[in-house]
């Protein structure tokens, strides 16, 4: 233990002056591989303290409440962790604070309190804010993957029927096997995918409820739950499967809920179809959820937006723009966090809708029914009803979308550039699973399959501590923007290339497409004066991205040096595009050139990253325009056919912008 310290002490000279939570991007400085070993014990189910400092240290000095069924969208459940790391921030001794996070930890090793507390304790401390911490999935399993594929993954059990020759392993059901007649059974990988748990988690945690909203967090609330939604919309096409459907007070709470769902989880209940919305519910605490209330709130927020303000306790605030008020502020009122303009009129709405639906088992707790999967920011996106759930929310920022003043020609164009032509170029992966395409198939053309993946996973057993569990995941073939645009100014320009996709379906007008449109990425090119040139991006370097991912194996193996932090938050890596359908799924790519000169907050800083749904490191968000430009209001339209009606007349009328016919093909077979 000595030995630990002082080299720990070594690498992590003392400065407590800046306590500021690290926010997502990761950090501009390289991870330190010998601090993220250091902190590595925080979150690993094996005990690393002895019985004496216990006695010396927890009792009676420094008692430590862990809450049993955790919850961040419960006020009071924020309160106590921030409480507790503030404690252990206070202690100014990393070390220790190691050491007592192991402790608490392994007091409950599959509390969602303890990995939520090792987190935000971690990210406060600037000795270990440069730090990896393991993926969560790793290290809290029985949130991502069933009881039966924790059975079957024990390493030695394994190894010993291959060797016997035994090839007939348990693993997951093959996707579109007749598991089940639930037709949202069909999406189960992509809601399950582990990597998509694990962005909404670490989302939920670097932009807390219970400190003070970082720059747009109410803004990027919504953004991030819509792109989410519409990229489960692009989803359902390719499967078949209609819209998500809203589901809340107003909008259907008075019927039965018709998806039922059973995660086969540990720790988690299932729910049977046509279940009904209970009245109330009780938090297990003092206080109780009641439906009526949750549908005044809902009331009280559209009147605000009908009436273009919200009602702040000292007086009405107006929502237009011209008065400093952005979807920033309606945002964190509908998230309640502390941002929220009126929590005492316009109530926890958001929140309070997963608690309820994750209650419907046992509303009053008068059985001990465990909570069900949208108790839990790990868990919740794996329920259908996340979606309809988000639609229903999603829907109130719509309301308000539908008051801006709506976009036209004269607001997207700019002069002296223009975008002759866009495409993309597929290339094949290390396993050549391209290796039958040809070139010309490769252009404006996307492929996708499934495979298996191998996860290492750590459980509380001392005798065989790491598990192997295979998961079926998404995987898609990399490829390459190809941009031709011409610079006829005469100066530079520093332009962002802004790229979006969406399905190509009937839609009765332009106002019903752009909430289909999902974020590609958004990225940043000087163009000479003068110059005509091609664009190359990788797919891979998209800004809606999460960062590679350091395994525990990684961490203690010793990450490389140019490693960056990985917060965990960002658009999961194989999910870039929708999966697409084995008979090709039509598609367009839309992108549209803007001036970053004028668009960016700081012209120097650029959007790395996975700067688009999760922020920077202490720094203002990038890009001033509103997030999902253009398409987070409405286009001007009319009957009048010099106005755009489809998404292609505003390519054709603006020469800073193009689109291109895609295709997307799942490979069943690969």
Known sequence: TLLYTIKFEILCPEDTDNLKMSECDGCEKPADATISLSVLDAFLPFPTIDEEFIVDFFVPPFPIDIIPDFSVFIEEHMKKVQETAAKLVALEDTPLIVKTLNYIKNRAPESAYCDYLSRITLFKLPHTRNAILPPVSQVRPTAFFTKDQLKAATEKEAAFRLAAGETDIPTPPKIGAPATLDPEYKLAWWREDPSINEHHYNWHVYYSTENPPKDRQGELFAYMHEQALARY??????????????????????????????????????????????????????????????????????????????????????????????????????????????????????????VMLALVNDP??????????????????RDPVFFRWHKYVDNIFEEYRQTLTPWTKEDLEIGGVTL?????????????????????????????????????????????????????????????????????????????????????????NLDHQKTSFIELDCFVQEVKAGESKTVERKSEESSVLMADVSTVEDIRNGVKEDTKPYCGCGWPRNLLIPRGSPGGMKSKLFVLVTDWNEDAVDATVRMTGNVAFCGKVDAKYPDKKPMGFPFDRKFVVSDDPKYWQKIEDVAADLENCAIANIKITYMEDS
Not at 248 to 277: C, Q, T, V
Not at 365 to 380: Q, V
């Open 364 to 381: 009053d707790n008068r059985f001990g029914i465990e909570t069900g999967p949208m108790f839990d920011t790990l868990t919740a996106m």
């Open 233 to 354: 919309d692009f989803e359902r096409l390719g499967v078949g499967l209609s819209h998500v459907v809203p589901y809340g007070p107003g909008h259907g709470w008075d019927s039965p809920l018709l998806e039922g769902y059973n995660g086969k989880l540990e720790g988690f209940s299932y729910r049977a179809a046509n279940m009904p919305i209970p009245e109330k519910a009780d938090l297990r605490s003092t206080r109780k959820i009641l439906k009526r209330a949750m549908e005044t709130n809902r009331t009280r927020l559209h009147v605000a937006i009908a009436r273009d303000y919200l009602e702040r306790e000292e007086g009405p605030l107006r929502l237009y723009r011209d008065d400093g008020i952005t979807m920033h502020d309606l945002g964190c009122t509908v998230e309640a966090n502390k941002g929220s303009i009126n929590p005492l009129l316009y109530g926890n709405l958001h929140n309070n809708g997963h």
């Open 420 to 508: 002759e032509s866009i495409s993309v170029v597929s290339s094949d992966d290390e396993e050549d699973h391209l290796r039958k395409i040809s070139e010309e198939d490769r252009n404006n053309h996307l492929y996708t399959w499934m495979e298996e993946k191998d996860i290492s996973v750590y459980l509380q057993n001392k005798e065989d501590p790491e598990r192997v569990v295979k998961q079926i995941i998404m995987q898609y073939a990399p490829f390459t923007y190809k941009f031709n645009v011409t610079n006829t100014r005469s100066k530079d320009a520093l332009l962002c290339f802004r790229v979006f996709l969406c399905p190509d379906q009937w839609i009765p």
